[in-house]
C-alpha cells in the first residue's frame, strides 16, 4: 500500500482570490462548451434509435450502431489518454468536437435528403467513437488548468452540474425534436452544438502542461500512465468498484428495469424512475457545492452504496413512491460520490500523467458493462429476477461499503 502524498497544483494565470471559477474566462468557455455538447449528445441516442427504425432497420440492427460507437470508443480512449499528456489538450478538444461536427453533419444530411442507411450510421459511429476517445481525457483532465487551486473543488462540481442538467434537458425535449421535425433536424442540433464546443474550445487559454522525463513510445507512455493509476492504492481500488457498479447496475437499466417496471407500473413508470435518478444527481451536484468534507473520498464511497436503493426498491416493493425514491438516493448517492472522485484524481495526480489515468477511469469503468448486458438474461432465467436484483444491490451497497474501509481511501484529505 502506498501513501498518498499532495501535489503541488499548478499556477494559473488568475489571481488568486477573485470571485468563484465562472470569474475565469477559460473555465467558463470549458464549461460551456462541454455543457452545449452535452445538451446535443442526449438528444442524439433518441433521434438515433427513431432515425434507424424509419430506415426498417430492426432492434438488433440499432444495438449495432450504438455498439459500434462504444467499441470504437474504448479501444480508442487510451491512445487519446497519450495524446491528452503529449500534446495541447484544448486543441484536441477542439479537433475532435469540429470532426464530431462534421459526422453529425452526415448524418442529419443523410437522414434528411433520405440516402441514409444502417450501414452509414454505423461507419459513422465508429468514427465518432474514436473522436470521442481522442477528446474524453483531455477534457476531464482540462478542468485543473483553467482555475486556481483553490476553486478546484467548487469547479468540479459545476462542471458536472452543469453537463447533468444538459443531459436532463437534452433527453426531455429529445423526442418532441424527434416528433416535430423529424430524426435529421433533431441530429442537426448535435451538429450544431459541437461547432459552439469548437469555438469554446478554440478560446481557452491556458499554459502547456510540461511532461516530464524523455518521450517514451506510446506503449512505454501507457506503462507510465498504469504505473500512476497503481501507485495510488484508492485509485486502482475505486477504478475496480466502478468496474463492478457497471457490469451489475448496466443489466438493471438496460434490461431488468424498463420489464420490471413496465410490467408492475406500466411503461411511463420507468420513465418518471429515470427522471427521478437524474433529480438525484442534481441535487447531489448542488449538496457538493456546499459541502466539502475533509476526507471527501471517503465520504462519497459511502454514499455510492445508496446505489443499491434502486434495485432493492425494485425487488422488494409493490408501491411506485418507494421505487421513485430508490432512483432519486441512486442518483443522489453516485452524483456525491462522482464529484469527490472528480475531485481526489485532479488533486492527487501528476498533472503530466493526468490525461491517462482519466483514460484508465473510463475503460475500466465501462470495459465491462457489455458484458453485464449480455450475462444478465441467462443469469435471471436461472435465478429468477427478484433473487438476481437482491443480490446485485448486495453487492453494489456492500462493496461500496467495503472499500470506504480501505486506509486509502478513508484518509486521503481533501486539500
Given at each position: 500500500m502506498t501513501t498518498e502524498t499532495p501535489l503541488d497544483l499548478p499556477v494559473t494565470p488568475h489571481p488568486p482570490r477573485s470571485g468563484g471559477p465562472l470569474r475565469h474566462a477559460p473555465y467558463r468557455f470549458l464549461v460551456t462548451g462541454t455543457t452545449v455538447s452535452s445538451l446535443g449528445n442526449a438528444i442524439t441516442p433518441v433521434a438515433l434509435a427513431f432515425g434507424v427504425l424509419e430506415l426498417g432497420g430492426s432492434a438488433s440492427q440499432l444495438g449495432m450502431v450504438v455498439a459500434a460507437f462504444a467499441l470504437a470508443e474504448v479501444v480508442t480512449l487510451l491512445f487519446g489518454g497519450v495524446l491528452g499528456d503529449r500534446l495541447p489538450r484544448q486543441v484536441l478538444m477542439q479537433g475532435a468536437a469540429a470532426g464530431a461536427a462534421v459526422t453529425q453533419g452526415v448524418i442529419a444530411l443523410a437522414l434528411i435528403g433520405g440516402w441514409a442507411s444502417v450501414t452509414l450510421l454505423g461507419l459513422i459511429g465508429l468514427v465518432n467513437g474514436c473522436l470521442q476517445a481522442l477528446s474524453g481525457p483531455s477534457s476531464q483532465a482540462m478542468t485543473r488548468q483553467t482555475v486556481p487551486a483553490e476553486l478546484l473543488g467548487s469547479a468540479v462540481a459545476i462542471r458536472r452540474l452543469s453537463q447533468n442538467t444538459a443531459g436532463v434537458i437534452g433527453y426531455a425535449v429529445a423526442g418532441m425534436l424527434v416528433a416535430a421535425f423529424g430524426a435529421g433536424w433533431a441530429i442537426a442540433i448535435d451538429a450544431l452544438s459541437f461547432v459552439v464546443a469548437a469555438c469554446c474550445f478554440a478560446l481557452i487559454r491556458v499554459p502547456s502542461v510540461v511532461a516530464t522525463g524523455d518521450r517514451q513510445s506510446l506503449l512505454g507512455d501507457l506503462g507510465a500512465g498504469a504505473r500512476e493509476v497503481l501507485r495510488h492504492t484508492w485509485l486502482w481500488l475505486l477504478i475496480g468498484q466502478a468496474l463492478l457498479?457497471?457490469?451489475?447496475?448496466?443489466?438493471?437499466?438496460?434490461?431488468?428495469g424498463p420489464i420490471v417496471v413496465g410490467d408492475e407500473w406500466g411503461t411511463a413508470a420507468w420513465g418518471w424512475a429515470l427522471a427521478l435518478l437524474m433529480g438525484g444527481f442534481m441535487v447531489g451536484g448542488l449538496v457538493t457545492l456546499r459541502w466539502r468534507p475533509r476526507?471527501?473520498?471517503?465520504?462519497?464511497?459511502?454514499?455510492l452504496a445508496l446505489t443499491a436503493c434502486f434495485p432493492l426498491a425494485m425487488a422488494l416493493s409493490d408501491q411506485l413512491p418507494v421505487l421513485l425514491l430508490g432512483a432519486f438516493l441512486h442518483g443522489f448517492g453516485l452524483e456525491i460520490f462522482s464529484v469527490n472522485w472528480d475531485l481526489s484524481i485532479q488533486q492527487n495526480v501528476a498533472e503530466d500523467k493526468l490525461a491517462r489515468v482519466y483514460a484508465f477511469d473510463i475503460v475500466g469503468s465501462f470495459v465491462a458493462r457489455p458484458l453485464g448486458l449480455v450475462l444478465v438474461g441467462p443469469v435471471v432465467a436461472l435465478t429468477g429476477t427478484t433473487t438476481w436484483l437482491l443480490v446485485l444491490a448486495a453487492i453494489m451497497?456492500?462493496?461500496?461499503?467495503?472499500?470506504?474501509?480501505?486506509?486509502?481511501?478513508?484518509?486521503?484529505?481533501?486539500?
Open positions: 457498479y457497471h457490469l451489475f447496475y448496466g443489466g438493471v437499466q438496460g434490461v431488468l476526507y471527501g473520498l471517503a465520504v462519497g464511497t459511502v454514499f451497497g456492500g462493496s461500496s461499503l467495503l472499500a470506504a474501509t480501505v486506509p486509502s481511501v478513508r484518509r486521503l484529505e481533501r486539500q
